[in-house]
């Protein structure tokens, strides 16, 4: 059973950085994608960033509202992946959550949560002065 782990969340003033972390554990892929979703209350859940493998080839991708401010990257020798948030904003204000699919998923699959196979419980980032 494939479970998703996710820390680091936590509460950060405007213009301040967090690093999420997600674990990924009872399951081994050589293919996949992961990334992060979040949802503000109110507001529906959005895509934030996603990371593809397949062989060798290593692909990211990134929301418009956090290109150049979020990195993701994955530290394959702990199945880890992380994102890296920097200039935090209180838009970003949100749960966020980890989501992984056992497959290379083709970009126009990656904004909807719907098409992975597993996601995370959340984990809350607050950016508040």
């Known amino acids: 059973q494939v479970q998703l782990t996710e820390s680091g969340g936590g509460l950060v003033q405007p213009g301040g950085s967090l690093r999420l972390s997600c674990a990924a554990s009872?399951?081994?892929?050589?293919?996949?994608?992961m990334g992060w979703f979040r949802q503000a209350p109110g507001k529906d859940r959005e895509f934030v960033a996603a990371i593809r493998r397949s062989g060798g080839n290593t692909a990211t991708h990134y929301s418009d509202s956090v290109r150049g401010r979020f990195t993701i990257y994955r530290d394959s020798s702990q199945g880890t992946v992380y994102v890296q948030m920097n200039s935090l904003k209180p838009e970003d204000t949100a749960v966020y959550y980890c989501?992984?699919?056992?497959?290379?998923?083709?970009?126009?699959?990656?904004?909807?949560?719907?098409?992975?196979?597993?996601r995370g419980q959340g984990t809350q980032v607050t950016v508040s002065s």
């Open positions: 009872g399951g081994t892929f050589t293919s996949y994608t």
């Open positions: 989501v992984l699919d056992g497959s290379r998923l083709i970009v126009s699959r990656l904004w909807n949560i719907e098409n992975y196979d597993y």
